[in-house]
């Protein structure tokens, strides 16, 4: 940094423009164990929000200037230092809105997921920031596609939820003409990060970890041979499929008759899926937890989501009710023992390098964070996700609840994995679950048949 940058930032410090804070455990993740520079756009979250409604770039611009004053988040860059990056936090800062009037051409399905593409891979200045940005594009004078785009060091899928509808309801007040600020949040972000710091001593941390090297070890990663700098390169591929409500309903009617959740009786069949495709028994997962056990913390952006890494052993002769037993007693058990992921990595001596993502190859999530659909008088807003995840794995399954059915999004390395055997996998756990919903007591090794 310069001289004159220095002595400005000094400046701006002394008289409270801006206030520095240390990472929070979600943000060293970023930089300590990720496979990917922090600056990839890998580490872009990026979601359309279809938006119905009669809306002008002025108001737009001043309820997404609301939105700024009320979240910290998005006022956040980082100052990179000697000692690794400190959180930059900047008392105000103007809203990063954007507005476009689409022609005829440009307001088509596919022209505009074109556009929408380049407004993603924008890069960002971590340091300078602002690290979001927000396009409107105006389809016609009722028809707007609400562009967002912001990065994973400040956000979370549940922060998605959160900004659709402050910003609704911000401009809806506005129409209303209420120029109130919006309620200040109930915890800010850096005050959720600071009593993280100050929970998680090491009486806290030692006891989990140790559970952590017993369960962990002797795992053998499925491809850590094929594994460089070149195998994390680049943009997942992604196929979307989806389960029809019949099966989703006997999945959550098999859950609850065998005390477990949707959740573990959906990676009780990935699992038995992903061993039969890739020929191991040993089944290791990483999947988000939402990090958000205070309540006063719903309503705040920032970058909340841990991971837990959950170990199976697949048995084959094993009837799948069994399978999906032992798998929730196995996630109640690791979620218990969850801990910050960057602490956990530095625990087992597995801080990850270029193209190695520490513990973990293959995630697993069921996506149920909060992202309503806004309904307010005159206006509405349906979110369209984009998901790109971060670039720390070379396979995913991602499951969404969507009403009745549930969507199936698998995200791929296609330098690792052709797509025909992604689509193979795909098929293998649609047979397994509905195998095992239709004849519940049948041995897993007969379902993958």
């Known amino acids: 940094m310069s001289g004159d940058k220095r002595a400005l930032l000094k400046q701006r410090l002394e008289s409270g423009q801006i206030r520095l804070q240390p990472l929070t455990f979600p943000q060293r993740e970023l930089w300590e164990t990720s496979p990917v520079p922090v600056a990839d756009m890998a580490n872009h979250i990026c979601c359309l929000f279809e938006v119905r409604g009669r809306l002008t770039p002025e108001d737009g611009m001043g309820a997404m200037q609301q939105v700024v004053e009320r979240q910290e988040a998005l006022r956040v860059s980082f100052l990179p230092g000697k000692d690794g990056p400190l959180q930059m936090i900047r008392s105000d800062s103007p809203a990063n809105f954007r507005f476009r009037e689409l022609s005829p051409s440009q307001s088509t399905l596919d022209a505009v997921e074109e556009i929408a593409k380049e407004i993603f891979h924008e890069p960002f200045d971590l340091l300078q920031g602002p690290l979001y940005r927000v396009e409107l594009l105006r389809r016609s004078i009722n028809d707007h596609i609400l562009v967002f785009t912001i990065h994973h060091a400040i956000a979370d899928g549940w922060t998605l939820g959160i900004f659709v509808q402050e910003l609704c309801v911000a401009y809806f007040q506005g129409l209303r003409g209420a120029r109130e600020p919006l309620t200040p949040v109930a915890l800010s972000y850096t005050a959720w990060g600071a009593a993280e710091r100050a929970f998680w001593q090491p009486a806290e941390l030692e006891p989990r970890a140790a559970f952590w090297r017993s369960h962990l070890a002797g795992y053998r990663p499925l491809w850590r ?127 990850g390098a270029p193209g190695h993502n520490p513990i973990f190859e293959v995630r697993f999530a069921l996506q149920n964070h909060p992202i309503p659909d806004v309904e307010l008088p005159g206006l509405s807003a349906k979110l369209r996700m984009r998901s790109t995840g971060t670039a720390r794995y070379h396979l995913a399954c991602e499951i969404t609840e969507e009403e009745e059915q549930l969507e199936v999004v698998w995200l791929f390395r296609p330098n690792l994995f052709p797509q025909a055997e992604v689509e193979n996998l795909g098929q293998l756990f649609e047979t397994v679950l509905d195998g095992a919903c239709r004849s519940p007591e049948t041995r897993t090794a007969v379902l993958t048949t």
């Open 225 to 351: 041979a094929l594994e460089g700098t070149d195998t994390a390169s680049g943009a997942h591929q992604r196929l979307v499929a989806h389960l029809p409500a019949e099966v989703a309903k006997a999945a959550r009617e098999l859950a609850r008759r065998n005390g477990a959740t949707l959740f573990s009786t959906l990676l009780a069949a990935f699992q038995i899926a992903l061993s039969r495709w890739t020929g191991a028994y040993d089944i290791l997962v990483g999947t988000p937890v939402a990090n958000r056990n205070r309540q006063a913390v719903n309503e705040t952006m920032g970058s909340f989501a841990g991971i837990v890494p959950l170990r199976g052993r697949v048995d084959h002769g094993r009837s799948f009710p069994a399978s999906v037993r032992a798998v929730h007693q196995l996630t109640v058990d690791c979620f218990a023992n969850a801990m910050p992921f960057a602490e956990l990595a530095r625990a087992l001596g597995d801080p």
